[in-house]
């Protein structure tokens, strides 16, 4: 069983930075890919940000600039820095590992900026 545990995440002000992290473990193949999702009440869920093994990494439109997703593969950890952040930010932010041809999550955190 792949468990991914997630910590970060908390309350900010607007323009306020975060960092949230994110650990697979267990049976993971190696080449995996990680990333984030984020979903906020009423909204639907939306991909952050991804990152192959091999450092890839692609972010959605509203988020480039402000956010860096980054991975250690020795750790099996992807992190997501936040800079800059925004009201509109606000939401539960997940973490996922791709293993093989399943999504593993973690448990989700919540992300709370205020204006």
């Known amino acids: 069983q792949v468990q991914v545990v997630q910590s970060g995440g908390g309350l900010v002000q607007a323009g306020g930075s975060l960092r949230l992290s994110c650990a697979a473990s267990?049976?993971?193949?190696?080449?995996?890919?990680m990333g984030w999702y984020r979903q906020a009440p009423g909204k639907q869920r939306e991909l952050v940000a991804t990152?192959?093994?091999?450092?890839?990494?692609n972010y959605t439109d509203s988020v480039k600039g402000r956010f860096t997703i980054s991975r250690d593969n020795a750790k099996n950890t992807v992190y997501l820095q936040m800079n800059s952040l925004k009201p509109e930010d606000t939401a539960v932010y997940y973490c996922y590992a791709s293993i093989i041809s399943r999504l593993y999550w973690g448990q989700g955190t919540q992300v709370t900026v205020s204006s």
């Open positions: 267990g049976s993971i193949f190696s080449r995996n890919s």
């Open positions: 990152i192959t093994s091999g450092g890839s990494t």
